[in-house]
């Protein structure tokens, strides 16, 4: 069965503090993607990385595929991060348009 | 970068009316596009991978006669929920990937949400 368990679920935080968002998964993908989601909806892709670490401004995405494991870091926690972030994987069906499969979320809040 | 919008934002509708949703990609094209639906406090759930110029490829437990799937061009794909009904309520994602390969990047809508009274 292809499950994406995120942890945690809600994460509350100081402003300024250093945030981490795991995200573990259980066979082989292609990509990994890590998702943003705000109150009305809309949702932005913040990284797809398939090994290694990717860094935009204050976001950190690492992967480790050994471990099935990838985590999101952001560093200086700021108010306006607040959202649910979203970790999901195409898992290797063989295929050039293998689907994603999603996680459940983790709902951050950042308090001033 | 790139783009892709949906309309409408919102939509309420009564019971057996159908809505049609569409999803663009504004600066690229898609031969492939993908419809999601999510529920209040739940996931993205994938419902069908919309394919231009050919039929939609429907997950399991999706009806294809209810949640019709048209993929006319290389920049629109049309979702119409036909026969609307409450439990069809809900927040109506597409994405789009730029590539084509299996480590495209993806792009998202901004999401309808469909309101059936």
């Known amino acids: 069965k292809n499950e994406v368990e995120q942890s945690p679920q809600n994460l509350t935080a100081q402003e300024g503090e250093f945030i981490t968002i795991n995200c573990s998964y259980s066979?082989?993908?292609?990509?990994l993607h890590w998702l943003q989601q705000h109150p009305g909806g809309g949702i932005v892709s913040l990284f797809m990385?398939?090994?290694g670490k990717k860094k935009h401004g204050r976001l950190i995405a690492t992967i480790n595929i050994q471990e099935k494991h990838s985590s999101l870091h952001i560093t200086a926690s700021h108010p306006r991060d607040s959202a649910v972030y979203i970790c999901?994987?195409?898992?290797?069906?063989?295929?050039?348009?293998?689907?994603?499969?999603f996680g459940k979320g983790t709902k951050l809040s950042v308090k001033p | 970068g790139a783009v892709v919008s949906q309309h409408p934002s919102w939509v309420i509708c009564k019971s057996g009316t159908s809505v049609k949703i569409e999803c663009r990609s504004l600066?690229?094209?898609?031969?492939?596009m993908f419809w999601y639906r999510q529920f209040p406090k739940q996931s993205l759930m994938l419902m069908a991978t919309?394919?231009?110029?050919?039929?939609?490829?429907?997950e399991q437990g999706v009806e294809k006669d209810k949640f019709l799937i048209n993929h006319a061009s290389l920049t629109l794909s049309t979702l119409t929920v036909t026969s609307a009904h409450p439990e069809d309520s809900s927040f109506y994602i597409c994405?789009?990937?730029?590539?084509?390969?299996?480590?495209?990047?993806?792009?998202f809508g901004p999401g309808t949400r469909l309101t059936v009274l």
């Open positions: 994405s789009a990937p730029l590539g084509g390969g299996n480590t495209d990047t993806q792009y």
């Open positions: 066979v082989g993908i292609s990509a």
């Open positions: 990385l398939s090994s």
């Open positions: 999901a994987v195409r898992y290797n069906y063989g295929g050039s348009q293998g689907n994603l499969i």
């Open positions: 600066d690229f094209q898609a031969t492939t």
């Open positions: 919309s394919n231009e110029g050919s039929k939609a490829t429907y």
